[in-house]
């Protein structure tokens, strides 16, 4: 809670630093106050408040603080969206403004029914079970694979069958955890024993899971394979296993209300033009899920070294104001990777 609130304050200022004349930041800000009110608006009225809520999750691949300014896949997405919004707007015009509410995966489209956000956006997959409750776009990715992630000491899965009675780790209100509850079905009609579907959160990610596959405090996870592949470039004891998925051919994107079909046509519109094959959609694809020079590994020797350096301040200091050290240790590797010259 205290990191989505600094996150939601910081959404809140980007914007705003943007606008050039007073009116319009006065404007906008008075907007940007009011943006956890009920509202299920459709496009046309959207536009009218000239505000856009997005409903997203904090994690270090789609949405994160780098050097103190936002990135990620879907926020540099998100981003060109906006500026779709605003096509044929004048700088001098009021403008329409996207504020991004950090929320826990499970939130997402139980907040977007109720009206606490405009659109979900966090590689979400359209899954049977989420397209009962929201309205799925057109997909910036598809043909999208889940697959089995190891630690390299795990033996004996050779088939997907052989998950039967293990645990399994993965993201709370995930697609992962609805795909295993299916395979679960099929074991309990087979008459197998069923998969222990440990499901984590609320502040943890895929890639946070993935850490704990790797230094050993999990087994097993399952992961979107193109993130799984990415991740693997740092974290070396993990090992994918594409020739065992439990389940293949996603797509993913986006979720709005469904009564809001103007907007859903809108963002369909935008994300055909720009999904993955299209120009911007395999830049920013590249930039995120093939390059792996812009992640750090907070697991390596060199993160580790400088921990034990300041781990005496992070103790001092949790016990003071009453924070976890370890979360200290974590927003401060996050921030500046524990370089205290740095400046915000």
């Known amino acids: 809670m205290f990191l989505n609130s600094i996150f939601v304050v910081l959404a809140f200022l980007f914007p705003l630093a943007a606008t050039q004349q007073e009116t319009i930041e006065e404007t906008e800000a008075e907007m940007l106050g009011r943006p956890l009110n009920i509202r299920t608006d ?7 408040g000239r505000l856009i809520r997005v409903l997203v999750t904090y994690n270090r691949t789609n ?5 103190g300014k936002l ?18 707007r004048s700088r001098k015009e009021f403008r329409t403004t996207m504020v991004f509410l950090p929320v826990s995966r499970d939130q997402l489209i139980p907040f977007l029914k109720e009206g606490k956000g405009d659109i979900a956006a966090a590689s979400l997959t359209g899954t049977e079970a989420r397209q009962k409750e929201a309205a799925f776009s057109e997909p910036y990715l598809t043909k999208v694979s889940e697959i089995l992630v190891l630690n390299k000491s795990v033996k004996g899965i050779n088939t997907i069958e052989d998950l039967a009675g293990r645990k399994v780790y993965v993201m709370k209100g995930s697609s992962y955890q ?7 079905k ?17 502040h943890l990610e895929t890639e946070d899971i993935l850490e704990l596959v790797n230094s050993g405090a999990a087994d097993v996870t399952v992961t979107d394979e193109y993130l799984a592949e990415l ?10 296993r594409k020739d065992l998925a439990i389940k293949t051919g996603n797509s993913i994107g986006w979720y709005v209300r469904k009564n809001n079909p103007k907007l859903l046509a809108d963002v369909t519109a935008f994300l055909k033009k720009n999904r993955k094959g299209s120009l911007l959609g395999n830049i920013l694809f590249k930039r995120y899920y093939q390059n792996e020079e812009w992640i750090k590994n907070p697991l390596s020797a060199q993160a580790n ?11 001092k200091y949790g016990e003071k104001y009453k924070f976890d050290p370890l979360i200290l240790a974590a927003i401060a590797f996050q921030e500046s990777g524990f370089d205290h010259r740095k400046r915000s």
Request: hydrophobic share 40%; glycine share 8%; net charge negative.
């Open 186 to 202: 099929r074991f309990e009609r087979e008459g197998k024993p069923l998969i222990e579907i440990v499901g984590l959160g609320h």
């Open 63 to 67: 949405f994160f603080l780098r050097d």
């Open 305 to 315: 070294t400088q921990m034990a350096q300041f781990s005496s301040l992070f103790r």
């Open 178 to 184: 609805e795909h295993l509850g299916d395979l679960n």
């Open 231 to 240: 991740w693997s470039t740092v974290l070396p004891d993990i090992v994918l």
């Open 71 to 88: 990135n990620g896949f879907e926020y540099e997405l998100l981003k060109e969206y906006e500026k779709a919004l605003n096509k044929g």
């Open 42 to 48: 459709d496009l046309d009225k959207i536009l009218q």
